[in-house]
């Protein structure tokens, strides 16, 4: 048996929820009595940072060193990972879900004729006999399932921070490997990408801040974006602020919007509709500020103040500036 996991890029750097996957895989192969490998597509990546993929537990670190791969092309991403499952003996890889991830991880089951479970929160409840009974976020984040995997080879994909390795100072050897691709297999292109820039993005946020019509309207989010930056988070809105144009629709929380799984969710002014629980019960940390203590949303919040947003966040915000 042999573990490889994906470990996804972006704008030069090593995404946090695929750092979240090697770890979990190199606890994984503890518990199985094997060898994990990680995997790095393209050479958007320096060298330097790839070696400190074994700050997470592993020892060895494949890099496909083709500059077509930085782009993430889900047939040429497939292909290259069928390729190296064969030659390397893998009979199960680990994912850190995302919108690439799934793309990819789905092509490769066919590949590999594996099992595939997703929304995985915790190593496996039991391995015995080759089995791995895994336990899965299901139902947007409303209920778990326990789901065994009794195929020969099989494809985990994590949930993002459902998993927190321990970082260490090791080092991993970085192996340069070439795979056989043709232009069939970038028969599809990339012309343009669209980034929000200048702020956090929700998916890969730790830390949330989100308003509601409580706020009353859009001159008054300079409240919401100063305790933002205070925290280092990301802001995100319900779904009535995107719909009345008062943030943009990039920052909709919930689940016809964004769903976010951070450890610190901040809901300000948002009365807590069940479209929007959804979107966030995934969160570690919960804390709700609504002047109405009859809010739903109290009933999922760790944290509750009751109490007017424009008099508790500034004070919030001052609080935390002076730490």
């Given at each position: 048996m042999a573990i490889l996991i994906f470990v996804e890029t972006a704008d030069g750097?090593?995404?946090?929820?695929?750092?979240?996957?090697?770890?979990?895989?190199?606890?994984?192969?503890?518990?199985?009595?094997?060898?994990?490998?990680?995997?790095?597509?393209?050479?958007?990546?320096?060298?330097?940072?790839?070696?400190?993929?074994?700050?997470?537990g592993i020892s060895r670190v494949l890099q496909v060193s083709d500059e077509?791969?930085?782009?993430?092309?889900?047939?040429?991403?497939?292909?290259?990972?069928?390729?190296?499952?064969?030659?390397?003996?893998?009979?199960?890889?680990?994912?850190?879900?995302?919108?690439?991830?799934?793309?990819?991880?789905?092509r490769l089951a066919v590949k590999m004729q594996a099992g595939l479970a997703s929304?995985?929160?915790?190593?496996?409840?039991?391995?015995?006999?080759?089995?791995?009974?895994?336990?899965?976020?299901?139902?947007?984040?409303?209920?778990?399932?326990?789901?065994?995997?009794?195929?020969?080879?099989?494809i985990l994909a994590l949930k993002k921070n459902a998993f927190a390795p321990i970082p260490t100072s090791d080092l991993a050897t970085v192996e340069s490997i070439t795979v056989s691709l043709s232009d069939v297999d970038f028969g599809a292109k990339i012309l343009k990408t669209d980034k929000v820039t200048g702020e956090l993005l929700l998916p890969e946020a730790d830390k949330v801040v989100s308003g509601g019509r409580g706020l009353k309207g859009p001159e008054n989010w300079g409240i919401v974006l100063d305790l933002?930056?205070?925290?280092?988070?990301?802001?995100?809105?319900?779904?009535?602020?995107?719909?009345?144009?008062?943030?943009?629709?990039?920052?909709?929380?919930?689940?016809?919007?964004?769903?976010?799984?951070?450890?610190?969710y901040i809901a300000i002014g948002i009365s807590g509709a069940i479209q929007h629980l959804a979107g966030v019960s995934a969160s570690k940390c919960i804390v709700v500020i609504n002047k109405d203590a009859d809010a739903p949303f109290?009933?999922?919040?760790?944290?509750?103040?009751?109490?007017?947003?424009?008099?508790?966040?500034?004070?919030?915000?001052?609080?935390?500036?002076?730490?």
């Open positions: 750097e090593l995404r946090g929820s695929s750092l979240e996957a090697v770890g979990y895989g190199a606890e994984l192969a503890k518990q199985l009595g094997t060898q994990a490998t990680a995997l790095v597509l393209g050479t958007s990546v320096a060298g330097d940072k790839l070696a400190k993929i074994g700050n997470y077509r791969l930085n782009q993430g092309i889900i047939q040429a991403y497939s292909n290259t990972l069928g390729q190296i499952v064969s030659s390397e003996g893998i009979d199960t890889v680990i994912f850190a879900k995302s919108s690439l991830g799934d793309a990819v991880a789905a929304n995985i929160t915790e190593l496996p409840l039991s391995v015995a006999g080759g089995v791995l009974q895994l336990k899965r976020s299901v139902y947007t984040g409303k209920a778990f399932q326990i789901t065994e995997l009794k195929t020969p080879n099989k933002a930056k205070a925290l280092g988070a990301a802001t995100g809105c319900s779904k009535p602020v995107s719909d009345l144009d008062w943030r943009p629709h990039h920052e909709h929380v919930g689940q016809t919007g964004v769903k976010v799984s951070p450890n610190l109290f009933k999922a919040a760790d944290y509750g103040i009751v109490g007017d947003a424009f008099e508790i966040l500034p004070r919030l915000t001052k609080a935390l500036r002076a730490l």
